[in-house]
């Protein structure tokens, strides 16, 4: 019996002149697409060139709302009440969804970003008033949670929500994830090894050799990683010899 899992790729983060990811070449290899909105990167120019895109190659389309600070690339810890983070969200997938629904393209999903997703973690609060936010739009939205502490607070709603793991981050033995300054290159036996183990027996191994539970239904890869094209290629070189088929977040709700 295969497995399916949804691969997801946080894209359209560049604005103006200032390009950041390699989305044209990213966009054919993963099947859910998580757009920034214009907060913490994006324009409305890059935001329809990437719903554009991603429908082109048939992948599933959400929002990837983030904090506004353009400077800080939404990474910045920023005081704000969870009536504002709600706020934020609810906007940002607004806007989004506009441009989706102005191309004839499916949205599907909310994903946070950066020290939005780092709040919403750590803050129950902030946490219910976001989806709360997005129950109030639209209640057959997914919501991709980035941790557990974010997963169970869904649990609480009649919402939809995909628990999301990570291969080209480490993991700590507490679950948590490495958040590196800046961007290096990985080695795609590894990041191809971790994939599998996630999608096939919902674990993975720490740098010091602890293997921990992560019961991901989708797996984020970085489209601003230096060698990501040639990570997601060793991904797509063993899903059929792992029995793994990928599925689109939307499939998967």
């Given at each position: 019996m295969a497995h399916?899992?949804?691969?997801?790729?946080?894209?359209?983060?560049?604005?103006?002149?200032y390009?950041?990811?390699?989305?044209?070449?990213?966009?054919?290899?993963?099947?859910t697409a998580n757009i920034a909105a214009g907060f913490h990167a994006g324009d409305p120019h890059v935001m329809r060139e990437t719903v554009a895109l991603a429908d082109e190659h048939g992948v599933n389309v959400g929002v990837h709302p983030g904090l506004p600070d353009m400077m800080g690339f939404g990474r910045r810890t920023m005081d704000a009440t969870p009536e504002e983070v709600r706020?934020?969200?609810?906007?940002?997938?607004?806007?989004?969804?506009?441009v989706a629904d102005a191309l004839g393209v499916t949205f599907g999903h909310v994903k946070p970003h950066g020290a939005m997703y780092t709040m919403l973690s750590e803050s129950a609060d902030h946490a219910r008033a976001v989806?709360?936010?997005?129950?109030?739009?639209?209640?057959?939205?997914?919501?991709?949670?980035?941790?557990m502490n974010i997963y169970e607070v869904t649990e609480e709603y009649p919402i939809t929500a995909?628990?999301?793991g990570y291969v080209d981050l480490d993991y700590r033995?507490?679950?948590?994830?490495?958040?590196?300054?800046?961007?290096?290159?990985?080695?795609?036996?590894?990041?191809?090894?971790?994939?599998?183990?996630?999608?096939?027996?919902?674990?993975?191994e720490t740098p010091d050799g602890v293997e921990i539970e992560v019961p991901a239904e989708s797996?984020?890869?970085?489209?601003?990683?230096?060698?990501?094209?040639?990570?997601?290629?060793?991904?797509?070189?063993?899903?059929?010899e792992a029995d793994v088929e990928l599925t689109s977040l939307t499939e998967l709700a």
């Open positions: 399916h899992i949804d691969i997801n790729c946080d894209m359209g983060e560049s604005f103006g002149t390009v950041k990811g390699r989305d044209e070449e990213v966009m054919p290899y993963i099947t706020d934020y969200v609810v906007y940002q997938l607004g806007a989004l969804r506009a989806v709360e936010g997005v129950l109030a739009v639209d209640p057959d939205l997914t919501f991709l949670a980035t941790d995909v628990f999301e033995a507490d679950r948590s994830v490495v958040i590196p300054r800046t961007k290096e290159a990985r080695d795609p036996d590894l990041v191809a090894d971790r994939f599998v183990s996630i999608a096939t027996e919902g674990v993975v797996i984020c890869i970085h489209g601003d990683g230096p060698n990501v094209v040639e990570l997601l290629e060793a991904i797509h070189a063993r899903l059929d």
